[in-house]
């Protein structure tokens, strides 16, 4: 750690300081060429990471937008005489707008229907370069595009081209660098990790993937108006697959999360086969070797094996002291238990295949109560809180928050209505701290949009926010001290009370806990407990699933069993635990007519 | 028109010998094989470059061909997807790609730049059917294509092997925990689908000759027809296969069968161009997916919750 | 007496969560134990740590008397380890019959009389031979996980969780077949959380709580200790 | 007797370190794509310009570099710029892509270096770039004698004109439709077909339903030949006039003889052996190295090649010179005269060749010297 925290700054300074020398080493104009080429395609990369990257879609687009943008500059300064700033706002327009257009059919796809859907776009682009000669010259393409012209100043070619370009490349890594850093950068970041989580936590998967998706477009437009006006022509080769599979080739080999990555990926990709030429054919053969042997040796890429060799320091989470105090839902203590059911389920069914998972449940939470959930493995539980946060869509039945009934609301929208929860199995994003875990859930309440990542000043106001509520919430449940921790290093325990401390941070009116002891020793449990009776005091109701009859002995205000997805016996815990159909759901027949025997 | 549906079927069932390796792949695997297209190109040079020299029809240079495309899909596997097994998928994505440069820059330096035309199956001509010429060359790729399917399906049905193979596939740990080399499997599921779609090479290799480059193309329509059959469904790759033969034969020639409606409206005629019929099959597929966002036969393996 | 399986301080973790805190125990050949404990006590872990699909992070395996720490899952089941998995995990595309088959490694004569011998202990899968895996009812999977387990001739059979899902009934289809198993010369490790059916058809038993070994003994004795009871259920 | 030898070997290296002294050396960058879908014709380039540099007159001491320009439309130009800065490189030969070619010109007007190229399609030429020399006849002349061929020879007008998909299928269909219309013929089918389309049949049975007298191609190798073959196969008994690459060897062998009876093709240069020694040594030395002979894209290059070589050996000592040479000199080659126009269009001469059915050796049937474009 301490050795890493000294030598990344370094590496760093030494990499900027190398890629500024690059070209004053190398500075025939062929390299300068070739590293202005290099930057046009860094800025291809740098925003292919915003889908695949920031939010983990295998898109095959990024080169159809290429493409189409090299050509609208291309068109329009040829054959309209349009001058660069025109050109160039038009293709980054145009390549938004196919964006927003593909979007519609192809974002709700998965994986690689996605990848598969996204590539057509690219094929019908191409082939339609080819046809429609007229416009696009056909095959040949359209040549003498010109230099770009700013405000009357011709950029000639040489270092004049490459400082333009380059400039270009610091804009787009600054705007990468924005996104990323701020809340919303957090969001992408689970989204890409968890979307079932993000979801949980209010954040809506979908609009962030719609974002990412026209922000890399218009990054692509971007680099496809500098190509054109770069090289001069326009061409199908500019939409082929080829381009698409370099463009993948850099994100992969540099490391498809980090800035720097995507530049390194798009400098080595564009030198390899120039250093290799002199070996005629087998330079293809050579190339790809190299590429596969650096997916073996580093599968994250070289950012991602610099990250591995040099672990990066954790930046110090901030001092809530000196910010403003929070409104807090749950800390208001004006909300005491009620006798008005917060939340109420009617007559719930869910099926599986024919299998009742759930069938015609009903039960209600009271404001402030602590419910508990209890039965044997399989017998509906997860269901049923899937079925309230809206993971599942009952059969029929319905579910009441507050009054309103939510059953047909998307997971998000229930959390942003005050539904938090917890799952059986984490869904915590291991390759975050705590304290961004947590800070993450306050997306919604701090309004976090792309648009305002952009204009994040010297820090995030929002994240800085955020993590001040979070460094609140993580004190309440005792973890202040891990904050800073990645939570793949935390134990099991501590990664229950992170969930918890999320879903609080969340400041739902009810929280639904999917077995919060399981794997905690006693003392743990009994911490939680306190926990949870506190937040219960607060006013936050609570539905707890569990086995741990123990645990929850002491805890909850009312319990239900439930068996082979009916509901067998509702009622105070003293009653439940000396229910027959319950001690018989849980210890099997046997034993249960033994004892009554 | 007979002729034409004919033709089409015939295409689409080398296509499905294509899609159906590689679907075998993804379901052992999980991942993609760019370098499937590849297989096709180094099949097709093997056949061509062996039928040349031995003046051999297919038939008799096939299990030549299929030995030696099982030897490079073995090795394919061990050096581009095993190492890579624990890797993000997109991991394989990139390591096949530049397999699939590998195995076509080697096959142009081995080869040559020329195009090849590989041996006939059985031989060339055609047989007269009414008023209908059969060509010999598409009927026994048809027929060869059936052997093939028919003797993988047996293969995957009848023997413990391809039982096994077919368990690698569904589930890798719990075949592993049950005593089966799963490594092992993974390597002779990249043999045999390297096999099958040499075996396409052979055929293509005939009659529509074979250069080094081919490999792209025959990687994208593989890609398109099993991911629109679904994605791990052979019976939806056969179909997936069948759909874009059609859009590659049948659309083009709509024409013929509509004369009286493109006369009228001569403008007509550029949509069934062939690459009008390119773009008509991308439509299709968002429109198919529009519909069933899991292609036409959804996952392969249907889970009872 | 050499046992057939030995674990001296074996622990595992996940990352650096221990899941399995430094267990010792032995099962002798011929015998039926039973592992029980609340979910999360470790019960999976510790059959998947023995079928090799867990890497131990310290103490000693021993089958046979052998140390078989570096053997590989698939040859720690030739070596005579069957295992049928939480959540029966049956091949769904495979038919009844090829799940059996695929888990047999003799002859095609011994396999066809080893698959008959399984349809003598559940006719049921007879009925549903040609059925594929995942058309079977829960019980029925169940009933073909065991079976496929048993196809490579054990001497040692994991069953891990097989009541789970299942009706009480078919849970003691499935369950009372172990005594018989155990008696034919195989002997069984069987996780459950039915700790009332768990005991009754095992010889002896492990109490496992959160990853630490609690209570053993025979499971008669078991069954009548209080303290099980509430290690095992809390305050019910 | 040793002591002798040595002295015999002495003497020959001093004679030939003197020789050296007074050669000229120069760099010549075979630019081509030798890899992606153009690697045969690029090939064919690189095996063209191999020989004319084996056969560089006496006196020059060349050293080759060869850099595949691939598929990209910058790789031309990249590779452009890798070696024009440098001072024995008097001049380059460029791809036969006309697309690359145009990438490069303006880094070529900048270096101010002559690049060769054996390409016909037209912007390449019409750029106003004093440095591109085009060593293949320009589409338009090549079209033009395509189609006087066939209106004039065979007496046919009605023609389907199938073609590829690529910028050299597209310029060949654009002359052809539109020199045919002139000379009061009709189009009355065409259709594109990509590269690396494989399946045609609907495209020729539409053709047949059309009922043209004569089918005109303009596709590379793979395309034509099975468009030759499957009309062979469905006994489609229509005259075919394709383009070179139905007369190149690799392409004819591709087919058998009786398949290509009939079919003529327009090419820019034919060799015969017996024409004059050079001729032969060319023939003789291709053959012997690739087994085959020498299709047009080797020709024109190596002819493009020597002339160029050929300044320099007669005292061009910059690009400047080596430009001035190319645009002013004839200059005879195996093939032709080459004379460049304005426009840095150096081959005006177009052969018409057919195959008999009997070999798959096309002979000449027509010479059109001179041609202009319609």
């Known amino acids: ?597 | ?305 | 007496m050499k046992y057939i399986l030995e674990t001296r301080n074996l622990s595992v973790r996940y990352g650096e969560i221990a899941a399995l805190n430094e267990l010792t125990m032995y099962v002798e050949q011929g015998e039926a134990v039973a592992l029980v404990g609340a979910n999360g006590a470790g019960k999976t872990t510790l059959i998947k740590s023995i079928i090799g699909l867990l890497a131990l992070s310290q103490g000693e395996l021993l089958f046979d008397g052998a140390d078989v720490r570096a053997v590989t899952a698939h040859l720690r089941a030739r070596l005579g380890i069957g295992y049928s998995p939480e959540g029966r995990r049956v091949f769904p595309g495979l038919s009844v019959r090829e799940n059996l088959e695929v888990a047999s490694f003799s002859n095609a004569a011994e396999t066809r009389r080893l698959i008959d011998q399984m349809y003598t202990i559940f006719p049921a899968l007879k009925e549903k031979e040609r059925s594929l895996g995942w058309t079977l009812s829960g019980g029925q999977q169940q009933m073909l996980a065991v079976c496929r387990a048993l196809m490579s001739k054990p001497r040692l059979l994991l069953l891990d969780e097989p009541s789970l899902g299942l009706s009480p009934k078919l849970t003691d289809e499935v369950l009372w077949r172990i005594p018989e198993i155990a008696k034919a010369g195989t002997a069984v490790v069987l996780a459950e959380q039915n700790l009332t059916k768990a005991l009754e058809v095992t010889d002896r038993a492990y109490v496992l709580r959160v990853g630490t070994l609690v209570l053993q003994g025979a499971s008669s004795e078991l069954r009548s200790n209080p303290s099980v009871r509430k290690t095992f259920l809390g305050g019910l | ?374």
């Not at chain 1, 599979?245 to 530049?263: E, F, K, P, S």
């Not at chain 1, 400041?507 to 077995?515: N, Q, R, S, T």
């Not at chain 2, 966002?293 to 919750?305: D, I, N, T």
């Not at chain 4, 001469?349 to 008999?356: A, L, R």
């Open chain 4, 1 to 374: 007797m040793r002591f002798a030898r040595r002295i015999m070997l002495a003497a020959t290296a001093l004679l030939s370190s003197s020789a050296l002294a007074q050669e000229t050396s120069l760099t010549v960058p075979i630019i081509a794509p030798i890899t992606g879908l153009l690697a045969l014709e690029g090939t064919s380039q690189l095996n063209g310009a191999n020989m004319a540099i084996a056969h560089a007159p006496a006196g020059l001491k060349i050293k080759s570099q060869v850099i595949d320009s691939g598929t990209a439309a910058e790789g031309g130009a990249n590779a452009l710029e890798r070696v024009a800065g440098d001072k024995s490189t008097y001049f380059s030969v460029a791809p036969l892509f006309g697309t690359q070619v145009l990438a490069m010109l303006p880094v070529a007007l900048e270096y101010k270096i002559p690049i060769l190229a054996p390409t016909g399609t037209g912007p390449v030429t019409e750029q106003g770039n004093p440095y591109m020399f085009r060593l293949y006849p320009h589409d338009a002349v090549s079209k033009a004698a395509h189609i006087r061929y066939v209106v004039e020879e065979l007496k046919l007008k009605k023609a389907a004109i199938l073609y590829n998909t690529t910028g050299y299928g597209q310029s060949g269909f654009k002359y052809m439709s539109e020199y045919l219309t002139k000379v009061g013929g009709e189009v009355i089918f065409s259709e594109g077909v990509d590269l690396s389309a494989k399946e045609i049949s609907a495209t020729l049975a539409k053709l047949k339903a059309a009922k043209p007298d004569v089918v005109l191609i303009q596709m590379h190798s793979a395309s034509i030949a099975m468009v030759v073959k499957q009309l062979a196969a469905a006994n489609i008994q229509i005259p075919v006039v394709g383009n070179t690459t139905i007369a190149m060897p690799a392409t004819a062998s591709l087919l058998q003889p009786s398949e290509l009876k009939g079919v003529c093709a327009e090419s820019a240069s034919w060799l015969e052996k017996g024409a004059d020694a050079a001729t032969d040594r060319f023939i003789n030395d291709y053959v012997s190295k690739h087994g085959a002979m020498p299709d047009a894209y080797a020709i024109q290059q190596y002819d493009g090649l020597m002339m160029a070589l050929v300044a320099v050996k007669g005292g061009a000592k910059s690009t400047e010179d080596v430009r001035k040479y190319m645009s002013t000199t004839e200059y005879k080659g195996v093939a032709m005269r080459y004379k460049a126009d304005a426009k840095g269009n150096l081959a005006h001469s177009v052969v018409i060749v057919c195959y008999d059915g009997a070999s798959l050796n096309p002979k000449l049937v027509k010479r059109y010297d001179n041609v202009a474009g319609f």
């Open chain 1, 1 to 597: 750690m301490s050795r890493s925290a000294h030598v990344r700054p370094l590496l760093g300074a030494v990499g900027l300081c190398l890629l500024a020398s690059w070209p004053l080493i190398m500075s025939s104009p062929y390299d300068l060429r070739l590293f202005t080429l290099a930057g046009v395609f860094a800025i291809l990369a740098i925003g292919y990471q915003f889908i695949f990257g920031n939010v983990g879609e295998l898109s095959l687009s990024q080169g159809a937008f290429f493409g189409l943008s090299a050509y609208v500059s291309g068109i329009l300064a040829v054959k309209a005489g349009a001058d660069f700033p025109q050109s160039f706002a038009a293709s980054i327009i145009v390549c938004v707008l196919l964006a927003v257009l593909v979007s519609i059919p192809v974002l709700r796809l998965s994986t690689h229907y996605f990848a598969l859907a996204t590539l057509g776009v690219g094929q019908v682009l191409l082939l339609v370069a080819i046809e429609w000669q007229s416009l696009t010259g056909g095959a040949i393409g359209l040549s003498g595009v010109p230099l770009p012209k700013l405000f009357g100043v011709q950029v000639a070619r040489g270092w004049p081209l490459l400082l333009f370009v380059w400039c270009f490349v610091a804009l787009a890594a600054m705007v990468a660098f924005q996104v990323k850093r701020g809340l919303y950068g957090l969001a992408c970041h689970v989204v890409r990790q968890n979307a079932v989580a993000a979801r949980s936590l209010a954040i809506d998967p979908d609009s962030i993937r719609f974002a990412m998706f026209l922000l890399s477009a218009a990054m692509a437009g971007v680099a496809g108006a500098l190509h054109a006006h770069t090289i001069r022509i326009v061409s199908p080769e500019g939409l082929d697959f080829k381009v698409m599979i370099a463009c993948l080739t850099m994100a992969v080999i540099g490391g498809r999360t980090h800035i720097w990555g995507a530049i390194a990926g798009a400098l080595l990709v564009v030198h390899l086969p120039e250093w290799l030429r002199g070996f005629q054919q087998s330079y293809l053969i050579i190339t790809s070797s190299v590429l596969i042997a650096i997916l073996i040796v580093a599968p994250e890429g070289l950012a991602g094996l610099v990250d591995r060799l040099l672990p990066p320091q954790r930046s110090k989470s901030p001092d809530s002291d000196g910010l403003s105090p929070i409104q807090d839902r749950t800390s208001d203590g004006v909300l005491m238990p009620s006798e008005t059911p917060i939340l109420a389920v009617r007559e719930l069914t869910k099926t599986f295949g024919g299998v009742h998972a759930l069938n015609n449940v009903s039960f209600s939470l009271m404001r402030g109560s602590i419910a508990a959930v209890i039965g044997p493995n399989g017998s509906g539980k997860t269901t049923l809180v899937n079925c309230i946060t809206g993971n599942y869509r009952a059969d029929s039945g319905a579910i009441l928050l507050g009054g309103g009934e939510i059953g047909a609301l998307g997971s998000d929208e229930i959390a942003a209505r005050g539904v938090g929860r917890t799952f059986q199995n984490l869904r915590l994003v291991d390759d975050m701290t705590v304290l961004d875990n947590v800070a993450v859930a306050r997306f919604r309440a701090e309004a976090a949009t792309l648009g305002k990542s952009f204009l994040i000043g010297r820090r995030d106001e929002k994240l800085s926010r955020a993590r001040s509520h979070a460094l609140r919430v993580l004190r309440r449940v005792g973890l202040e001290h891990a904050a800073d921790v990645n939570c793949a290093s935390l134990a099991h325990g501590t990664k229950r009370l992170v969930e918890i401390a999320r879903a609080i941070c969340l400041d739902p009116a009810v929280l639904l806990l999917d077995e919060p002891a399981a794997g905690l020793n006693e003392t743990e449990q009994a911490e939680l407990a306190r926990l949870l009776e506190a937040l219960a005091a607060r006013g936050l109701t609570l539905l707890i699933i569990e086995h741990n009859m123990e645990f929850l002995k002491n805890l909850a205000t009312h319990m239900v069993c439930l068996d082979y997805g009916e509901l067998i016996a509702s009622g105070r815990p003293s009653a439940i635990y000396q229910d027959e159909r319950v001690i018989e759901a849980y210890v099997g027949r046997r034993q249960a007519a033994e004892a009554t025997a």
């Open chain 2, 1 to 305: 028109m007979i002729q034409l549906l004919f033709n089409t079927l015939s295409l689409a069932a080398a296509y499905s010998l294509l899609a159906i390796g590689f679907v075998l792949v993804l379901n052992a695997t999980g991942a993609v094989n760019l370098a499937h297209g590849s297989f096709v190109v180094v099949g097709g040079f093997l056949a061509a470059g062996l039928g040349s020299w031995l003046k051999l029809p297919g038939a008799v240079v096939l299990p030549i061909v299929l030995a030696g495309m099982m030897i490079i899909g073995g090795l394919l596997s061990l050096i581009a997807y095993y190492p890579l097994r624990n890797r993000p998928a997109v991991s394989v994505f990139i390591s096949t790609l530049s397999m699939s440069a590998i195995l076509e820059t080697a096959t142009l330096l081995i080869f040559g730049p020329s195009p090849r035309v590989g041996p006939p199956i059985l031989s060339s001509g055609a047989i007269q059917v009414g008023d209908v010429a059969l060509n010999v060359q598409s009927l026994s790729t048809v027929l060869l294509a059936v052997v093939l399917v028919a003797a993988q399906y047996v293969i995957f049905s009848r023997t413990v092997l391809g039982k096994r193979l077919r368990a690698v596939a569904e589930d890798r740990e719990m075949a592993r925990a049950l005593g089966m080399n799963v490594n092992a499997m993974i390597v002779i599921t990249f043999g045999i689908a390297a096999a099958l779609a040499g075996a396409a090479g052979l055929m293509f290799a005939n009659t529509f000759y074979i250069t080094p480059g081919d490999g792209e193309a025959y990687m994208i329509k593989t890609y398109v027809a099993a991911t629109m059959g679904g994605w791990g469904s052979l019976r939806g790759a056969i179909v997936g296969a069948l759909f874009v033969a059609a859009f590659e034969v049948l659309v083009p020639s709509l024409p013929l069968a509509m004369p009286s409606l493109v006369g009228a409206l001569p403008s007509l005629e550029a949509l069934f161009s062939p690459i009008a019929s390119t773009i008509w099959l991308y439509l299709a597929f968002l429109v198919v997916l529009f519909f069933r966002p899991q292609g036409l036969f959804g996952e392969a393996v249907q889970q009872r919750a």
